[in-house]
């Protein structure tokens, strides 16, 4: 298990600098064998030395590409595979394990329009935040996936959230309120983007 300040969605990718002796060994070991690791964010505490909290709802990743440095340092790229729930902390060493089930979301009819609608907010609120040089806006290429679900997580991972919110649509168990909550939490910025232009 890799504990991040961070959050990250099934089928999205993240560059990852290992430093730490620990997950250094932990890389080691996924790329000896099974290449998959667990990613979850750090409710409370530093993300380097332990002593953090831990949220119990993260992701699997796999390891995509890893270089390793002359020094030890690893970096990696790795990518969102699924949604997980952790079950039990194990001990630390000699780095963080757990217990962990796959939680994926439950089938359901999923509205286009919604999807559409969710991916219109994400777009313009990305490009006026890219007004105040606070996130670069998303490039007239970027296509989401035909699958919903998967749209779904793409649009998270595109969406401008803080962590914490971030991991409050992660552990919404399925695709429709996630859309939803996904489209609330992103208008909110936009709101407060928008009294900011109109303050000059």
């Known amino acids: 298990m890799f504990p991040l300040s961070t959050v990250l969605f099934p089928h999205a990718r993240i560059p990852l600098h290992v430093f730490e002796p620990r997950y250094r060994a932990m890389m080691a070991d996924c790329l000896a064998g099974d290449s998959r690791f667990g990613i979850v964010l750090i409710a409370r505490g530093p993300e380097v030395g332990g002593g953090d909290e831990r949220m119990?709802?993260?992701?699997?990743?796999?390891?995509g590409e890893a270089a390793s440095l002359p020094d030890g340092?690893?970096?990696?790229?790795?990518?969102?595979?699924?949604?997980?729930?952790v079950g039990e902390w194990?001990?630390?060493a000699p780095y963080p394990r757990a217990r962990v089930q796959e939680w994926p979301s439950p089938t359901e009819p999923v509205d286009p329009s919604l999807v559409h609608e969710v991916t219109r907010c994400v777009r313009r609120?990305?490009?006026?935040?890219?007004?105040?040089?606070q996130s670069?806006?998303?490039?007239?290429?970027?296509s989401f996936a035909t699958d919903h679900d998967v749209a779904c997580w793409q649009l998270c991972a595109e969406a401008?959230?803080?962590?914490?919110d971030a991991q409050r649509v992660l552990a919404v168990p399925g695709t429709m309120d996630r859309l939803a909550l996904l489209l609330s939490l992103t208008m909110a910025v936009k709101k407060d983007v928008?009294?900011?232009l109109e303050m000059g």
């Open 56 to 63: 119990a709802v993260g992701t699997r990743a796999v390891i």
């Open 160 to 164: 401008p959230l803080n962590a914490f």
């Open 90 to 92: 194990l001990a630390d």
């Open 194 to 196: 928008l009294r900011l």
């Open 136 to 142: 670069p806006t998303l490039s007239a290429g970027t």
């Open 73 to 85: 340092r690893w970096v990696i790229l790795a990518r969102g595979e699924a949604r997980i729930t």
């Open 125 to 133: 609120t990305r490009g006026l935040l890219a007004e105040f040089g």
